[in-house]
């Protein structure tokens, strides 16, 4: 082993150095002495690499964070999260602790989704046909229905034949049909003649009239959404 010579590269080298000749000595032994001082351990300190204590304070607290004093521990810290396993009423009974729950929460009230499973659920659409001038089988044409019960939310589109549509409509006991130039005035009709719903709700004749664009007399289609009750 190469023994360190002066000039020493650090006082750890000069105190080792000490040592090995007190050990080569054949008089002078190595006593407890040579190296019970604090001057002489820092000797060895001095040219270490080691973490203050500040050092280590600063590792601590940026691995637990912003802790309360009363999570300040890693067993602390693990007994607080074991208590949240479990939410009891005591947890949240105020208003305001259920509003602080609440406030970035995109909720749905049960009863706005039973309405919107609903309005999909009961939505219908008719296919009124007529098949123009061009065409002598009266059979074909498919300009009325019958409903069951009140309906509501009515809509129609033509095809591009049509410019728009008219309707007529019946109780399922009369034979005089009532005329309606739009929606609204058939939706006025059925509101206040039709009751019930679409399960045991009273019987109509709804009858769709085309109105033809100028020069236009082919087939044509009236789309008819309504929702039931």
């Known amino acids: 082993m190469e023994v360190p010579k002066p000039p020493f590269h650090s006082t750890t080298e000069e105190l080792l150095y000490n040592i090995y000749l007190k050990l080569s000595s054949p008089v002078n032994t190595l006593s407890a002495l040579d190296i019970n001082t604090i001057a002489k351990l820092n000797a060895i300190i001095n040219d270490a690499d080691l973490a203050t204590t500040e050092n280590l304070i600063n590792a601590i607290s940026t691995f ?4 309360p004093s009363e999570g300040n521990t890693l067993e602390k810290l693990y007994n607080l999260i074991k208590a ?24 749905v009230k049960t009863e706005d989704l039973t309405n919107a499973i609903n309005s999909v659920d009961n939505k219908r659409e008719i296919q009124f046909f007529f098949q123009g001038s061009g065409d002598d089988d009266d059979c074909k044409n498919r ?3 019958v409903i069951r019960g009140k309906i509501n939310s009515l809509v ?14 019946r109780v399922d006991t009369s034979a005089s ?35 033809y664009k100028v020069e236009k007399n082919g087939e044509a289609v009236n789309l008819f959404g309504y929702r039931v009750t």
């Open 84 to 107: 949240l396993n479990y939410l009891s009423r005591e947890d949240i009974d105020t208003l305001a602790e259920i509003n602080s729950l609440l406030v970035d929460a995109d909720l």
């Open 156 to 169: 129609d589109d033509c095809t591009n034949e049509l410019s728009g549509v008219t309707y007529k409509s």
């Open 177 to 211: 049909w009532i005329a309606h130039p739009n929606l609204p005035y058939l939706q006025n009709w059925i509101n206040t003649t039709i009751t019930g719903d679409h399960l045991t709700g009273m019987k109509f004749w709804l009858k769709c009239v085309p109105v």
């Open 143 to 145: 300009d009325r229905i």
């Open 64 to 67: 637990k964070g912003n802790v």
